[in-house]
């Protein structure tokens, strides 16, 4: 079938405006910032010095999809407040994510793009809804998304006439036990043959361990990623959620310096 | 953390009432009919053929999530009709799929019990928003769930005050290839262990193929399965989704002669 | 292509014969014994309660395939005589792995039976080696193999000459976590209608947990199996290997008086 | 436990020299070669056109493990003679994979170095044997083997004495069927955290297609992986074997260009 997500001979990656951000073009992208909103003071401290280090686009979780429902779910609106407050003084455009399709035109007050998380791949009502706002989405790969499922998501988002989306992996679910998840880095160079569509990493879901995000991020960066999705935390050891695979400011700087070279290497820039 | 979902000693299995069916009772239950509700004739045939054989609910999708947003996504509305009017003629109580928590109303009009599809076990808004409507709810596992994450999805309903909830496992998703999905056969006694919830096996998902769908449904019965949910159709070929799985009449009669005698042999009854 | 594990239409389930026991015909065929073989008592008691209890095989590890170098790795030569010693006492034919190809001599010498383990199913040396040998072979499932690399590795044992072979299921690895492997219940209806090979199961692997063995075993027959092989240990809390999912001889006898009933319900018969 | 393999703090990685090659230093090692030995030319040309590119190993496999008995299983002795001549005329040191433990000594006469193939990764005769050679292993991981028993694997030859162990990342078993395996990148900084042993990455079976098989390459230098092993054959398209994943020798030679940068951007050297 003649997907509208498919690259045809010769087509060039689309191009996804975040702001002033361009996805998918010759510089590369890095979102960075804490799984969760917890507070004025987390989410300014960790935007200030991602921004300073280079990251051109903030992150942060308002609604939290987590798998009990005892857990901290977020802050709901106060976290989009607080993203809206972060976003006017820092001037980054911010991605958040969306999990019900009731909550798109509140969430659209504040998110210059829509995130889709890996439980909602198939959540195919809240995907065309998104498809309708027109707004650039992250679409996360589902934890036992093939390929081909995943493009169809896309395409539930395409098909509603919202050519702005990219394609995230941050790992699948496979029997090892030594990481979070099993980063299937192959899925970046087989979706852009395959797609014409921007395309992602996010090595923190990705390994879930802090330790391993700089290599796997390289290797994202190597393997033809656009950019990188990034999480942050001023003091990862007292994160609400996702801790041990949030990279502290130092980490974050480290890893930022390590970027530049290996994407240089592969004909890309970063700022 | 005491979960509700988790048995405590001695606690018996709780019984869900669908209409005058008890499941989780000493009696099997067996819920048979099409995948998709395609027409009046359809879904009449096949009700009054599995009704003459034991079944004692009708199933039939009028909302069907699909891979594709190019592919037959069901009748809806339409389809929801033609389910009220044989649920009238027959007797038969209905189970019918939910996949957007706006059309919870409109399917409860009809329904006696709400199916949450595998690519929405995680989808928290349809979870929650089933619990506060008190109507049973077939809790399919998610493609890639573990135990502990299915209990928790069951865990969102009940914490809003729904005790109706009943477990199906349909497969997961391994290396495998032959069949469609494993069914993961030993997750029926690890729920008796866990859990009060009466637990139903889907063997048509699980194997993909008609040909083991007998075999498979008699283990599951031996397992310790409550029921059944069977995909019939009165003729497989021409299904507009999952005909390779469904049953033709003929092998649906075959397959509850052959439930009677092991769902004995396990201390079972079926009607 | 034309294999020999091929089934051709209407032919026969081939019989294989270990001793006096014949295994793929109307009678279900229980081997049971310890995990490894650890002493002359242990063996004995547990041979004398098993076959008490139904069982016509014994099984007993001597040379045991570890993960780690540093675990114990069976009693060797030493196990071998334990075994050939319990078998004369008893008559029990006997079922013992084999990893090493300069083994199977002086295993020949004790087992009335191979066993090819999972981390073996293609270690083609050994297979080729065993299927020179006419000695019944009973053919674990490897880890991640899939249906159609099983029935080749069968293939490797019957091009050589042997037509004595038993398919084994004993779980795949899977992502679950809550049970050791993960039984894949329909491989055995799929192999019954693939091959005209005897299959088993072997459902204490496949669980890991001895409160999951019976239902599963159980399970197991219902879905077509003809055999089963059950680790039974004297005192499995004091086992060297496997002990949390051995039956003690009290659980072992509960299952046992379960097996008949059911076998029954699918036209099968237990001693 | 404190494995041989472990890395204690501050250790070094190991260096394994293969011939005048060094394993695990700041050179990167690329090893290059036909998946098959299928004749002296084809070996040949190969052989040389990878020499002349940059490979300072070079594969071919004379004993090939194939999932069927009737496929093309190498060329065996002829395939060591025509591999021991090559070697000779280049200079290259060469690895071939070893199946049977009986074959070590033949083998040992021509490779550098052994291979240890993922299906056999678990076989502890072998490893046990070539553990007792003190020549250079690699050893592929298994299909489905975590990163722990991975570990275990190498301590069966570590602790013969062997410490010239080269651990190779293949791609593991997941759910995906786009590529034939999933290359598990986050194994590489995870085997240097826990190891002091060098790693390797196969990106021509972990992907299984030559399109995808330099940007997984370049990711895998990124990730800091010690070298590479890719599948290289003059004419793929009538390979024997794997030649749906081969560099024909343009596609090899663009892909060595690009090694070098990336390399460097890591700081890794390459001839």
């Given at each position: 079938m003649n997907l509208i997500a498919r690259r045809n001979n010769e087509q060039e990656t689309t191009t996804v405006r975040v702001g002033d951000v361009i996805i998918g073009g010759p510089q590369l992208v890095v979102i960075a910032g804490p799984?969760?909103?917890?507070s004025y003071e987390q989410l300014l401290s960790t935007a200030l010095e991602v921004q300073r280090l280079g990251a051109t686009m903030l992150r942060g979780g308002a609604y939290k999809p987590r798998t009990?429902?005892?857990?901290?779910?977020?802050?709901g609106e106060t976290g989009l407040e607080i993203l809206s407050q972060i976003k006017a003084l820092t001037g980054l455009p911010v991605v958040t994510e969306v999990m019900d399709a009731r909550d798109i035109e509140r969430v659209a007050d504040v998110a210059d793009m829509f995130q889709i998380g890996s439980r909602n791949m198939q959540n195919y009502t809240l995907l065309t809804e998104v498809g309708k706002t027109k707004r650039p989405v992250l679409l996360k790969r589902g934890l036992a998304a093939t390929i081909e499922e995943w493009i169809y998501a896309a395409e539930y988002i395409l098909s509603e006439g919202n050519d702005q989306v990219v394609l995230c992996e941050r790992g699948i679910r496979t029997f090892g036990t030594y990481t979070r998840n099993t980063v299937d880095i192959t899925a970046i160079p087989a979706l852009k043959e395959l797609t014409h569509l921007p395309v992602f990493l996010d090595p923190s879901h990705g390994t879930g361990r802090w330790s391993l995000v700089s290599p796997v991020a390289l290797a994202g960066i190597a393997a033809g990623a656009d950019g990188l999705m990034i999480e942050v935390h001023p003091q990862p050891d007292l994160a609400l959620s996702d801790g041990e695979q949030s990279l502290n400011f130092e980490h974050f700087a480290q890893l930022m310096e390590r970027v530049g070279p290996v994407a240089n290497a592969v004909g890309r820039e970063i700022i």
């Open positions: 799984c969760a909103i917890e009990s429902p005892y857990s901290f779910r977020g802050k």
